[in-house]
């Protein structure tokens, strides 16, 4: 294990920013040519309780402080391999305080760092939300590039191609609110360049980037649909490509909305399903997190619950009913008809989970540093009779382990005379997994990325 943060800080490359737009362009509303529904056949890994702490960095630091401790790093992702479907590279996207940084897993490296900021970073200049999409640039998709959207404070999206180092384009979705923030960040999978936007006031926007004429990457954005809030902060997005809805964990409910392409050309209202899960202890429905499993399968956690729900959207989807708008469905998601995880009994909130549709590992944090890792393929083929396959109830899963906050050496907390990390909450904001389970990667409300290995500690 080791402490990179510093040495790297110093070497990293910059991004270069650009801005050129071009006059906005006719909207395709049909499914890219190059799109083809697949999802990757299930590997059960035999070591999935065996990873081993790598790299823990301090890579977002305000003002380059090698000792900050209170800038909160809120997301990590894994970049999508631009040659193998479904494959992940070594590349992890992670954004915090008003930075973005490129890290490659395998030696702990800041490759790359993008600042909204190049002073002192303000509230409204924070990085709430990511992700990544692979644009193609041809109708056969043989030419594409690979990029991130980044989005937070005064609804500011970002769009950024790593390869090249450029931040090549800015928009503002709620251009007359200066205080909007945007939470959450969805690509569409069947349309690469359509960005669905998740707001604090529980509105979702629909957004399509463009295809950058490369090489000046002249851009521009239109606007295609506003779907109106139907609770507030919307915290994450998830997409089932099987069932073209979009799925929202908000503080107020579990939605989906069928992403119709004819309803959103004539700007109609689009139907709506609410997901009733059960209270706990008199504990609602505050969806701080949602995750595709698989293409069918969601992972759904409500903060005080101190469990995860999985379900099949097709089961729950076929006992929906309508309620007094002809549009709108509720369904409610049954005991029966869930598998349920054993999860942290904190009172804290916003810890998202990660997930690996190929190994199915799914992993999230608590508020002690800790990453509860489930190893759930057994369920997810039948092996292990569940609600997953239309099985019986099972009782509560446990993790297959609980990964520990090691003991770190921090020589600059100790050297500007900080308390040390753990003395407060360490609150895991995000994790990701890599594809086949080989990395996790989790990051921190204390500013730390921190990447775990698979494998024996002999031979991480």
Known sequence: MSEKSK??????????????????????YSFDPSYKFSEPVVSKVKDADKFQPMYFLRTHSKNNDPADVQTQI?????????????????IVATCGGSSV????VTDGGVILKYNRSTKTATAGEILYAQVWSRIPLDDLGLKSITILAAAGGRSTVVLMHPDAGVCYQMFRTVPSKAGALINSLQFHPKKATWLF?????????????????????????????????VARDVYNLAFSATHDSLIAGCDGGLFAWKIDIKKVEANERLERTEFLLPDVDGNGTVLDSVVMLRDDLLAAKC??????????????????TKSVCGSQFETVVKEEMMLKLRWSDTDNYYMNMGVDP??????????KGALWVYDL?????GKIPSPLTQGPPLPLVEPIKILEWP??????????RKLRLDTYDIVVDNCAVSYGGTHIVAVTSNNMVCIWQRGDSDSA
Not at 200 to 210: F, K, N, R, S, T
Not at 304 to 320: D, E, T
Not at 377 to 381: G, R
Request: proline fraction near 7%.
């Open 7 to 28: 040495t790297k800080e110093e070497s990293r490359k910059k991004l270069k920013t650009g801005a050129k737009t071009q006059p906005p362009p006719k909207i395709d």
């Open 74 to 90: 809120w997301q990590c992702s894994f970049e999508p391999h631009p040659d193998k479907q479904h494959h992940t590279t070594d």
């Open 101 to 104: 940084c490129f890290i490659n």
């Open 197 to 229: 936007c998740g707001h604090q006031d529980g509105q979702i926007q629909l957004w399509d980037v463009g295809v950058p004429s490369m090489p000046d990457y002249n851009v521009s954005q239109t606007h295609l649909l506003t779907i109106p809030a």
């Open 303 to 320: 903060a005080l619950h101190g469990q995860i729900y999985i379900f099949s959207l097709a089961n729950v989807l076929k006992q929906a």
């Open 358 to 367: 190929r190994s199915c590992i799914l992993v999230c944090g608590d508020d």
């Open 377 to 381: 393929a057994d369920h997810v083929t």
């Open 407 to 416: 003991e770190l050496e921090d020589a600059e907390v100790e050297k500007a």
